[in-house]
């Protein structure tokens, strides 16, 4: 089993600490981020499947990094202000499922911890029971022996402890070695990790994460230095990227350019369409309302800023004010802002549609059928919930439609819709041929209703399955698997195994039962030749005379084919 070997913690400091500041928690958080990224590589090869693209330490580590980004040179004291702004920024930021139930963790100890300038282990112990209880309710249908049991036990553990009169330090410690059980004992609780060997990832992950900050608690030094990151990588596809959080290419109000205003705002029962709604009434272009009821970060451009930060201060305390002059930019930016402008100019969509899409074939086919824009990632590059919100507020409509078509991506795509005005729907699709299927059945004469309804059903009639190289030797049931054998994956199950690839293909076929289907199309990864490609394609018709077989170059990074039957 690919347990990470037990990191024995030294014996604590002999004095107590009773009492955290925010600058403390800071130090912690940041530790603890800098632990995690430590050892993603060793998380990621948690994978219960020997693929190559392992992704929850990479998910979990960029999700705490965009948690950190705006928190290494904060000179905030309040705890509770520290923990919100984490819990804001890893929500931003939270990728693939592991990411997402992360930051909503992250969430619950910011609301424990809340209006608390300063925190004790019985505040702490509130606190991660409230970060239980919302990363349980992240979960349409929680699954034990995954973060989620982990999470828990920590919070049994936090309580315990805080009940036995320890001290912070001490309730981390019985946090840590709370967690480090409950990730070994994951494999009683979830037979498929037993079956692979491995524990939870993101259960390893979050425990990995709790250690780093006791390493801090308990003044240990040495932990690598993590950069913050914004997480943010490029929108690609028919529009000009998102023009939030970048410096070059803004929108100008009016013709004088007017002002940049960005601010967290917090207070109680904050309503975020009815802010963000009463913010553009008052002439804020380009303006972001996204957060909680109680804490909210706010991105406008204004010719007038004293007006919208009035209205803040009605609502409730205002934090990290930052004003820009964008007249004195206009000069340089004004090529970029005539870009913008010309993406403004475009017509208004009565639906416009957004895929997450990895690989240059795969890129040209969703253009091809008409998407309005493109989000790279998908298998080991997960776009942030950030990324995809983004590219819904560029789209030209208020009505979008997002194929997440990966089933890691899923849960970060849901939770833009509470953070956006626009209404936003997110099709189930788990493989890119699942997507390519679903935008094929868009009608642009039909309404938002029916279109959603169609691409939903689209997606189930289609079989997908994955050719690739097992990274790891493992064994799943009756299949034994070596590191390097070729293996398939029909609709997200393991099921054959050979260092044959010929082999592997007949057998993957067989297996997705291809001689029900009528349709199938091959799309051959960046690392197949043509030629090779096209030798499969006349196989599989010699055999399976009746297909209509198309052969597309996919440009897919890891898997050699991908193959949609329908």
């Known amino acids: ?4 070997a037990p990191r024995t913690p030294p014996r604590p400091r002999q004095r107590r600490v009773t009492v955290f500041d925010g600058q403390d928690l800071k130090k912690a958080i940041l530790a603890g981020a800098a632990w995690l990224e430590k050892h993603r590589d060793e998380i990621n090869a948690l994978n219960v499947f020997p693929v190559p693209d392992g992704d929850t330490g990479s998910n979990m580590s960029a999700t705490m990094k965009s948690a950190i980004r705006n928190l290494e040179n904060s000179n905030e004291t309040s705890a509770g202000i ?4 984490v819990a804001h920024d890893a929500l931003l930021g939270a990728r693939g499922n592991s990411g997402v139930i992360l930051s909503q963790t992250l969430r619950g100890l910011a609301q424990g911890l809340d209006k608390k300038a300063t925190f004790n282990a019985a505040d702490l112990a509130v606190a991660f029971d409230e970060a239980q209880r919302l990363a349980y309710r992240a979960v349409i249908k929680p699954v034990e022996g995954t973060i989620l049991t982990v999470v828990r036990e920590a919070a049994v553990a936090a309580k315990k402890s805080a009940e036995h009169g320890d001290d912070i330090g001490g309730l981390m410690r ?12 994951t494999p009683e609780l979830l037979p498929t990790l037993k079956q692979a060997g491995v524990v939870d990832a993101g259960g390893q992950g979050f425990s990995t994460l709790m250690e780093g900050m006791w390493h801090y608690m308990h003044g240990e030094s040495g932990s690598p230095e993590l950069t913050p990151s914004t997480g943010n990588r490029t929108t690609t596809g028919t529009l000009a990227k998102p023009e939030a959080h970048t410096k070059k290419g803004r929108v100008s109000v009016d013709e004088e350019f007017g002002y ?5 705002l917090r207070g109680e029962k904050l309503d975020v369409e009815a802010i963000r709604q009463s913010i553009i009434d008052m002439g804020g272009v380009s303006t972001v309302v996204a957060g909680d009821e109680k804490m909210l970060k706010v991105h406008t451009h204004t010719l007038t800023p004293g007006k919208i930060l009035d209205y803040g201060v009605g609502l409730g305390s205002l934090l990290d004010i930052n004003i820009e002059n964008l007249q004195e930019q206009s000069l340089t930016y004004e090529a970029e802002s005539n870009a913008e402008h010309a993406q403004e100019e475009q017509p208004q969509l009565e639906i416009a549609t957004i895929a997450v899409v990895s690989g240059s074939g795969f890129e040209q086919v969703f253009q091809g059928l008409g998407v309005n824009a493109l989000v790279s990632g998908g298998q080991t590059m997960n776009p942030s919930t950030e990324e995809l919100l983004n590219a819904v507020e560029s789209v030209p409509s208020n009505k979008v439609i997002i194929l997440p078509n990966n089933k890691n991506v899923i849960m970060s795509a849901q939770q833009v819709t509470g953070l956006t005005q626009k209404e936003v729907y997110i099709v189930p699709s788990k493989t890119m041929p699942q997507g390519v299927a679903a935008l094929a059945s868009f009608n642009f004469g039909a309404d938002f209703s029916d279109n959603c309804e169609t691409m939903t059903e689209a997606v189930q009639q289609i079989d997908t399955a994955e050719i690739t190289k097992a990274v790891r030797t493992v064994e799943l049931g009756d299949l034994q698997v070596r590191e390097g054998d070729f293996i398939g994956v029909v609709n997200g199950n393991l099921v054959v195994a050979s260092q044959n690839m010929e082999q592997v293909m007949r057998d993957t076929l067989q297996r997705m039962d291809i001689g029900s289907h009528e ?3 091959l799309y051959y990864g960046e690392e197949v030749a043509e030629p090779d490609a096209q030798q499969i394609t006349r196989r599989i018709k010699e055999r399976y005379s009746h297909l209509e077989i198309e052969l597309v170059n996919g440009g897919q990074p890891y898997y050699a084919y991908i193959i949609s039957a329908e």
Do not use: D, G, S, Y
């Not at 940049?260 to 967290?264: A, N």
């Open 1 to 4: 089993m690919q347990e990470q």
């Open 82 to 85: 520290i923990a919100a702004k």
């Open 174 to 185: 019985e946090v840590v070695n709370a967690t480090r059980q409950a990730v070994a004992h």
């Open 260 to 264: 940049e205003v960005v601010f967290l």
């Open 519 to 521: 349709i199938v199309t």
